[in-house]
Structures are given as structure tokens and as C-alpha cells.
């Protein structure tokens, strides 16, 4: 086996294992058969149907990971709940901008998952990522003044830095405790 | 008291299903009946999920969770894509901010 092939074969090793548990928690047996079949159905899966490499390496630090599922688990509630009341108490007449927001990552994987979790949350999703300007552009519901597009960005902001103190390289993180955005 | 919790999750989450489809029906354009069609059914449904999990054995409960994983996993996807295409295909009504256009105008200057 070469250098190069030995190398993919570790890069989708977590896929792999990922979908073994996957296909394990399905069936909820643990047999021989079952991690077995599992395991040909996951490679099957990957030689198939190959993902792009991500050219970073991705670290995920597990206490910002908590802290994060935390607050977009609150953010989700919350903005459920405010959605819904939007829709019940001003329905058509709702107020609707698209607002942008600074990247404070340039890296690929901090803002690939900032802009899902903004999009997961009620009344934001991102429209656009424009790298070049460094900018996100977020569709938000129920904007009616500068004090709701504030805190459309403040959360967004919230949001990116614990991205980024979960998933960001060390210098990343460094530049968004500094940088202030808009 | 499984009994009452699941209870409140069940209703919270069908009420706020409610919410969502009315919002689906009077919000004004596309991007916004996309952000009532895919979030709050999205939170609705994993207080469902919630609801019924706590009723049950842990096999069918592990099920469950798989479910809302990738619910949450693949919601933002449909509602970025939606929302992208209404909005480069001009579904787009009565903006009270639009950065992106503004954005974009200023780029698409000629540079004296």
C-alpha cells in the first residue's frame, strides 16, 4: 500500500466508524453479523461516494462544545417560541431585512458551521457568504428597527466565537476575542 | 410524572407545529414562509420526539434521537437553499433592510 492511499484510508476512518455506530444503533444488536455487515455497508458507502477532504485539520474541544450546544439549544427555544408568536400576532405585516454580519473566521470549517447553526435557529438564515468582503448576509424576521438588527448581529457574533472557541485553530480564536465586528 | 412531562413536551411541541404552519400561510414572501415552514417545525419537532422518548424503551428512544440529529442536521440545508433561490429569483417582498442589494450595488460601481 503507498504512502498517498494509506493516507485517505485514515482520513475516512471517522466516516467510517461514524456510520458503523449509525447503522449499530439501527439494528441495536451487537453481534458479529451486525458490526460486520455495518462495517462493509459504511466503506461501501464512502468508496461510493466520496467527500471532499477538508484541508484543515479539525479540532473540537469538548467543554466549548457543551457551552455551544447549550446556547443554540436556548437560542432555538427562544426564537421557536418568537417565530411562532410572529407569526400568530403580525402574520403578513411582519418585518423582514437582510442584514449583514462580519465573519470573524476566514477558516472553512468555523464558518461552514456557524452559518448551519445561525440558519437552525427561528427568524435567521444565512442568504449569502461573501469571503472576499468578509461578510455573512442573514434574512431576519421581525426586524423592525436598529435595536432588532443589533441583535441580530450580537447574536450571530455570540454564535461565531463559540464556534470558534469549539472548533477554530489557535490563531483564529485569538483574532475573534480581539476583533471587535460590527 | 413521565406522564406529565411528556404531556407538556407533546402539546408545547404541537402548538408550536401550530405556529409554524400559520406562519407558513400569512407570512408575506417566500424567504419568510421558509424560516416558518423549516425552524419552529424543526423545534417542534424535536420536543415531540422529546415527548414520546420519555415514554419509551431505551432501543426505540436511541431511534428517536437519531431522528432529531439529522432533523437538525439537514433542516438548515432545505432552508438555505430555499431561501437562496427565492431570493436570486426575485420572491422577495417588501424588505425593510436588504444589506446584500445594497452590497452589491456599491461592488457593480464603476470605479472613477
Not at chain 1, 441495536?28 to 467527500?51: D, Q, R
Not at chain 1, 485539520?57 to 417565530?83: E, G, Q
Amino acid at each position: 500500500m503507498t504512502m498517498t492511499s494509506w493516507r485517505q484510508v485514515r482520513r475516512r476512518l471517522p466516516t467510517v466508524l461514524w456510520l458503523v455506530v449509525v447503522w449499530l444503533l439501527l439494528w441495536w444488536e451487537w453481534t458479529p453479523l451486525a458490526v460486520a455487515s455495518g462495517i462493509a455497508v459504511a466503506v461501501a458507502l464512502v468508496v461510493v461516494f466520496p467527500l471532499p477532504d477538508i484541508t484543515e485539520r479539525l479540532v473540537v474541544r469538548p467543554f466549548p462544545l457543551l457551552l455551544l450546544s447549550a446556547y443554540v439549544a436556548y437560542d432555538v427555544a427562544i426564537s421557536a417560541i418568537r417565530v411562532g408568536w410572529d407569526a400568530v400576532r403580525h402574520g403578513g405585516s411582519v418585518s423582514t431585512s437582510i442584514v449583514a454580519v462580519d465573519l470573524l473566521s476566514d477558516d472553512d470549517v468555523p464558518t461552514a458551521v456557524a452559518a448551519s447553526l445561525l440558519t437552525l435557529s427561528p427568524g435567521t438564515f444565512v442568504v449569502a457568504i461573501d469571503r472576499v468582503r468578509g461578510r455573512y448576509y442573514v434574512h431576519a424576521l421581525g426586524t423592525a428597527g436598529g435595536s432588532d438588527v443589533a441583535q441580530v448581529r450580537a447574536t450571530a457574533r455570540r454564535l461565531q466565537r463559540l464556534v470558534l472557541r469549539t472548533f477554530g485553530a489557535r490563531e483564529a480564536r485569538a483574532t475573534a476575542s480581539g476583533r471587535k465586528g460590527r | 410524572m413521565t406522564d406529565v412531562i411528556s404531556a407538556v413536551l407533546l402539546i408545547g411541541g404541537g402548538l408550536i407545529g401550530v405556529a409554524g404552519a400559520l406562519g407558513v400561510v400569512r407570512f408575506p414572501d417566500v424567504m419568510s414562509r421558509v424560516q416558518a415552514a423549516t425552524k419552529p417545525q424543526t423545534f417542534g419537532l424535536l420536543l415531540i420526539l422529546a415527548g414520546a422518548a420519555v415514554r419509551l424503551d431505551v432501543k426505540t428512544a436511541t431511534g428517536l434521537g437519531l431522528v432529531a440529529l439529522f432533523q437538525v442536521i439537514t433542516a438548515p440545508v432545505l432552508a438555505q437553499v430555499l431561501g437562496r433561490t427565492a431570493y436570486r429569483t426575485g420572491h422577495v417582498v417588501g424588505l425593510s433592510r436588504d444589506d446584500l442589494a445594497r452590497d452589491n450595488h456599491e461592488h457593480s460601481e464603476p470605479q472613477a
